[in-house]
C-alpha cells in the first residue's frame, strides 16, 4: 500500500512540475512580448532576412560554379575523345526559315557531288605515275621454254602484261670529294723565269671548313622544320646508315646557313609581305631554354604574319620575339600603313594588342566565334538552346562566304552588304537580349563576341578581306606540331633560325615548290650569287628549275 502511494505520490509531482514548466513558458514569452519593443522585431527580422539572401546567393554562386565545371569537364572529355572538326550539322541553317535563300542562287557543286555513289575513277593510276621516272623491268622466257609443246618449233613474243609498282629508293649519305685540278705550263717551267698556273675553278662551299654540303643541311632542314623530327632522331637515323653527324652540328649548321644566306632572302620576302593591304596575323609561345633574363620555364612566341588569299605572291613569316607585348606587331609592321596612305587591314584573334596599332583596321574573327558556340553546343546540345542559334547564325555567314568565294573582290563587297551585314547585325541585336547564367560556356560566348563586335563588322569595309583568321592558323600549325616533337629552342640564336627556317620552307609550299629542292637550289646557288641576283631566286620567280617545282596531275 505504502508503494502504491509513493507512485502516486511521483506521478502528481511529475505533473505538478509539468504544469510549473508551462506556466514559467508562457510567463516568459508574455514578459519578452511585452518587454521587447517592436523596432528590436523588426530588426531582428531584417537581420534574418538579410542572412537568408546571404545564404541564397551562396547557394547560387556555388550551383553556378558546380555547373561551370562539370562544362569544363565535358568539354574537355570532348575534345579529348571526341571529333575535332568544326563542321556544321545539316540543317543548320533551319533558323532562317524563308521561302526564298539568302544570297544569290549559285550552284553548289559540293552538295550536288555528295548525292552520288562514288565512282572509281579510270585511269587515274596512271595518271598518278604519269610524272615518275619510268624503270621497265622485263620478263622473258629462255629460248628452251619458248620450245612449242605440240610441234617443236619455237614461239614469238606478240605481246606483254604490264603491272605497274611505285619503287622507293631510300636516302643515301655519299662521300662527295671535290677534287679542283691544278695546271702549270711545262715549257715555260724550262725556259722562263715563270712559270703560268691556272687552277680550275670550284664552287664556294656552304659552310667553309665543314663536311656540310648544300643537300645535307637541306636534308637536316626539311627534316626538322618540314617533318618536324628532333635532331636526336636524326642523329640515330644517321648512324644506321653507317655515318656519324652529331646533333649539336646539324644545329650549327642549321643556325649558320640560315643567318649568313637565308636572311637576305627573308628579308626580301619582308619586302614584299609589306607591299600587300591585307595581311593575317597570329601568335604562339616557345620555349627558349637559355634565354638571358629568363628562366627555362617563362615562354617566348613565335608570331607569324602572312599574305590573305587575293595575293599572287603568298609569303608566310615567323617571327622570334621573348615576349607577347603589343610592341612586337608595331615593329614588325612600321612603315606598312601611313595615315594618308591607302588603307590596311590585319586580320587577327581577339587579343588586344593588336587594336592598339595605329593607321591599321584590324578585322575580327568569326570563326573564333563560331567556335565559342560551337563548344556551348555541344555541351547542351539542346536544338533550341541560345549557344544553337548563335551557331546558326555563323553558320549562315559562312555558308554565305563560300557562294562569295570565287566572285571579284567589288561583287564580293556588294554581296556581302546586301546579304551577310542584316545577318550579323540581327546577331549582335540577338546577342544584346540574351539572359543566361554567367559562368558558362554559352555566357562566354556572348560575351566575346559582343566585345569583339566592333573587329568583326570590320569584314564589310573592303570586298579583299576575310571572314576568318583561319588562313593564319593554318600556317602557324606547321610550327606547333614541330613543337610537340622538338620541345623547345636550345638557345636565342636557335630561336631565330628557326624563325627563319619555317618561313622560307612554308612560303616555298604557299607557292607549289618542294621545300627540300628549294632549299638546296638556295644553298647550291647563293654562296656564289651577287646581291642583284636574288630576286631571280625567290620562291616566285619563272627563273627557278622545273626540279623544285610540284609536279601538278
Not at 35 to 42: E, H, I, K, N
Request: proline letters at 5%; one cysteine or more.
Amino acid at each position: 500500500m505504502s508503494l502504491t502511494f509513493f507512485c502516486l505520490f511521483q506521478k502528481n509531482a511529475a505533473q505538478s512540475l509539468i504544469l510549473l514548466d508551462f506556466s514559467t513558458i508562457c510567463c516568459y514569452n508574455y514578459y519578452m512580448i511585452n518587454t521587447v519593443s517592436t523596432a528590436d522585431l523588426q530588426a531582428q527580422i531584417t537581420q534574418l532576412n538579410k542572412r537568408n539572401s546571404e545564404l541564397e546567393n551562396t547557394v547560387a554562386e556555388l550551383s553556378a560554379l558546380v555547373k561551370h565545371f562539370q562544362e569544363l569537364f565535358k568539354l574537355s572529355q570532348m575534345k579529348r575523345f571526341g571529333a575535332s572538326s568544326e563542321k556544321t550539322a545539316d540543317g543548320q541553317l533551319t533558323l532562317f526559315n524563308t521561302e526564298e535563300p539568302a544570297g544569290p542562287v549559285i550552284a553548289d557543286q559540293e552538295t550536288e557531288e555528295i548525292r552520288y555513289t562514288r565512282k572509281k575513277q579510270k585511269g587515274k593510276r596512271e595518271a598518278d605515275l604519269s610524272k615518275l621516272p619510268l624503270e621497265v623491268v622485263e620478263h622473258e622466257l629462255s629460248e628452251e621454254e619458248r620450245v612449242c609443246p605440240d610441234c617443236g618449233e619455237i614461239m614469238q613474243p606478240f605481246g606483254a602484261d604490264t603491272r605497274d609498282e611505285i619503287k622507293i629508293i631510300p636516302a643515301q649519305v655519299i662521300h662527295l670529294q671535290h677534287r679542283c685540278h691544278v695546271y702549270k705550263c711545262v715549257d715555260c717551267a724550262k725556259t722562263a723565269d715563270k712559270t703560268p698556273i691556272i687552277k680550275a675553278s670550284m664552287p664556294e662551299p656552304v659552310i667553309k671548313g665543314s663536311a656540310a654540303s648544300a643537300s645535307a643541311v637541306a636534308f637536316i632542314m626539311t627534316q626538322k622544320y618540314l617533318m618536324h623530327l628532333p635532331f636526336y632522331r636524326l642523329e640515330q637515323d644517321f648512324l644506321r646508315q653507317g655515318v656519324f653527324i652529331n646533333r649539336q652540328n646539324m644545329a650549327n649548321w642549321s643556325i649558320q646557313v640560315c643567318e649568313d644566306w637565308l636572311r637576305p632572302v627573308y628579308d626580301r620576302l619582308k619586302e614584299n609581305l609589306l607591299r600587300h593591304d591585307i595581311l593575317h596575323g597570329d601568335e604562339s609561345t616557345l620555349q627558349v631554354l637559355k634565354e638571358p633574363g629568363k628562366t627555362t620555364q617563362q615562354k617566348s612566341y613565335m608570331w607569324l604574319y602572312r599574305t590573305s588569299g587575293e595575293s599572287e605572291k603568298p609569303t608566310s613569316l615567323y617571327e622570334y620575339q621573348p615576349s607577347r607585348e603589343g610592341e612586337h606587331p608595331k615593329t614588325f609592321l612600321d612603315g606598312w600603313a601611313q595615315p594618308d596612305g591607302p588603307a590596311k587591314y590585319l586580320h587577327t584573334d581577339g587579343y588586344d594588342a593588336y587594336h592598339t596599332l595605329e593607321n591599321i583596321t584590324v578585322v575580327g574573327c568569326w570563326a573564333h566565334v563560331r567556335r565559342k558556340f560551337n563548344d556551348a553546343f555541344k555541351i547542351t546540345g539542346a536544338p533550341d538552346s541560345p549557344a544553337k542559334i548563335g551557331l546558326d547564325y555563323c553558320g549562315q555567314l559562312f555558308a554565305l562566304e563560300k557562294k562569295f568565294v570565287d566572285m571579284p573582290p567589288d561583287e564580293r563587297q556588294k554581296n556581302r552588304l546586301e546579304y551577310s551585314k542584316p545577318i550579323a547585325e540581327a546577331f549582335f541585336s540577338w546577342a544584346e537580349n540574351v539572359n543566361v547564367p554567367p559562368k558558362l560556356a554559352i555566357s562566354r560566348a556572348l560575351t566575346y563576341a559582343l566585345n569583339q563586335r566592333y573587329w568583326l563588322m570590320n569584314v564589310f569595309l573592303d570586298g579583299r578581306t576575310e571572314l576568318s583568321n583561319n588562313r593564319a592558323e593554318r600556317s602557324v600549325k606547321p610550327f606547333v606540331m614541330g613543337r610537340k616533337n622538338w620541345l623547345f629552342c636550345n638557345s636565342v640564336n636557335g630561336a631565330k633560325a628557326s624563325a627563319i627556317a619555317f618561313s622560307v620552307i612554308e612560303t616555298a609550299k604557299e607557292n607549289g615548290l618542294k621545300p627540300f629542292e628549294y632549299l638546296n637550289f638556295l644553298l647550291e646557288n647563293l654562296p656564289n650569287a651577287k646581291t642583284s641576283q636574288l630576286d631571280d631566286l625567290l620562291p616566285w620567280s619563272d627563273k627557278l628549275p622545273p626540279v623544285c617545282r610540284v609536279s601538278t596531275i
